[in-house]
């Protein structure tokens, strides 16, 4: 045996010894790690995560969307900005970027979890497991990144509020959203941090679990909602977005928010681009799903606006065909960029900002789908999900939206974004920290009104910045 090997043997040794001295060491107890989180409150106290003062050299929010503009496509801006100026809580789903700057100096335990990145109340809904059972969690995942608990609460936390005024809510009303959300969130902390890690593990919020939080009064409601989402399927998407064209099934255009194009931005034809980009997205899955997947046929392709916060981001469907007609499937291709948190934050670093999307969504999503997958194309970062999968959303709207409705929603929102840090962060001492009292839900509902006047000024700012033609706003949206 050469000098070389030697020594590579005697490190492959020494390391598997670490790694065993790593895996057999004792670990500490439910009760030592919720200890630990307690006596976390002596270098942040609960009280402090109340606190809001703007940074001194805080940046003009909308130099931070027109700094976002550069990297999207620049005839879907005006769109971007005719969304976001259509309400406060409209404004507030388009702001990750601006608050993350807020949210950088502020007070936290030094406990971590893989964030969400982009918590509000309408980022929340029901889809289908691979057992193809209703489940409800967090539906978007593009600025997930490791980071402290506390932001991904704080900002969903004042959502609630948010939303609570733009449905036309009290002050009483919001606070009691805003402590839904907290509540619900610390007494589910509590309940993961007692389980077994492979029992959080395979945790979800199940249909008959979202059932049973609802008052009776309100149950037909909700299970409406549920029924319209089992519908939900690929053969209603095939229905709903396509039409024979030339005798052939292609997806319908409505300009500016779906259109078939015939080349890239690049000018690579359509057809090309597509199969260099299936290439990579075959290559980031497992097996199994590669021979799935590989059994459709590609049909057509074509560009679709998203969202709100996302408008201008690149973003593709691609309709396939399988066995017939009768089976059909639906992904969505979207741009991943750096997590607006990232500057903030020591994150890991990823080859492609699509694979952080994914490896987030994994570990944190209660059932995630299946076909996740990432690529690249033109130096461009994407990630991969069906379209449309027995998905649902609960309606934020001023003219439907009970208060009961809303305060039980916002509880569960809170109960799934505690099922997201229990997955991959200490439960225990999360659950230490937060206590049983409800001293946390004061402090954070008290951060959400101030955050939500910080949230006013800045929607204010965009409103000047569309009077004075500083940016350009769509008259559709």
């Given amino acids: 045996m050469s000098r ?9 040794r020494a390391a598997g010894t670490k790694l065993a001295d790593e895996f057999t060491k004792p670990r500490p107890s439910i009760a030592d790690r919720m200890e630990a989180g307690k006596r976390l409150r002596t270098t942040a106290s609960r009280a402090s995560l109340s606190e809001y003062k703007p940074p001194a050299n805080r940046k003009d929010p909308v130099a931070i969307l027109e ?14 900005y005719a969304r976001m100026l259509a309400s406060p809580f409209a404004f507030l789903r388009g702001t ?18 893989q964030l969400c990145g982009d918590m509000h109340v309408s980022n929340f809904g029901v889809f289908a497991s691979a057992e193809r059972s209703l489940v409800f969690g967090i539906n978007d995942f593009d600025e997930t990144i490791p980071g402290p608990w506390e932001w991904d609460l704080k900002r969903l936390a004042a959502s609630a509020v948010v939303a609570g005024q733009f449905i036309g809510k009290d002050r009483e009303c919001c606070e009691s959203f805003s402590r839904a959300v907290v509540s619900s969130h610390r007494q589910h902390m509590r309940e993961y941090a007692e389980m077994g890690y492979l029992a959080t593990w395979y945790s979800v919020i199940s249909e008959e679990d979202v059932v049973a939080t609802i008052p009776p009064e309100l149950v037909p409601r909700w299970k409406k909602g549920i029924a319209k989402a089992k519908k939900g399927t690929h053969l209603q998407v095939l229905e709903k977005m396509t039409d024979l064209v030339d005798n052939k099934q292609r997806i319908v255009e409505n300009a ?14 359509i057809r090309e681009a597509v199969g260099l980009f299936l290439e990579q997205y075959l290559a980031s899955l497992s097996s199994d799903r590669r021979q799935l997947i590989s059994r459709y046929q590609v049909l057509d392709v074509a560009r679709k606006v998203v969202g709100v916060g996302s408008v201008g981001t690149r973003c593709w469907i691609g309709f396939m065909r399988g066995v017939d007609e009768g089976d059909p499937l639906f992904i969505q291709v979207k741009e991943a960029q750096d ?24 570990l944190i999503q209660g059932s995630p789908d299946i076909l996740l997958g990432w690529g690249l194309f033109n130096k461009i970062h994407f990630y991969v999900r069906q379209l449309r999968d027995m998905k649902g959303s609960y309606e934020i709207d001023p003219h439907s939206t009970p208060r009961k409705g809303m305060e039980v929603y916002c509880g569960l929102c809170g109960w799934a974004l505690a099922l997201a840090h229990a997955k991959s962060g200490d439960a225990a001492m999360i659950a230490g920290y937060l206590g049983k009292t409800d001293e946390i839900d004061e402090a954070l509902t008290k951060f959400a009104f101030t955050y939500g006047e910080q949230n006013e000024r800045d929607y204010a700012e965009l409103q000047k910045a569309a009077r004075t033609k500083r940016i350009k706003v769509s008259e559709v949206s």
């Fill in 4 to 12: 070389s090997t030697k020594v590579a043997s005697a490190k492959a």
């Fill in 67 to 80: 700094g976002q503009a550069k990297t999207r496509l620049q005839q879907l801006i005006p769109v971007r």
């Fill in 96 to 113: 990750a970027a601006i608050m993350a700057q807020d949210l950088g100096p502020s007070s936290v335990t030094g406990l971590q979890v």
């Fill in 256 to 269: 500016p928010f779906v259109v078939r194009e015939t080349k890239t931005e690049d000018g690579t034809p």
């Fill in 339 to 362: 997590s607006v948190l990232a500057p903030y934050l020591k994150g890991p670093k990823f080859d492609n900002q699509g694979h952080r999307v994914v490896s987030g969504q994994r």
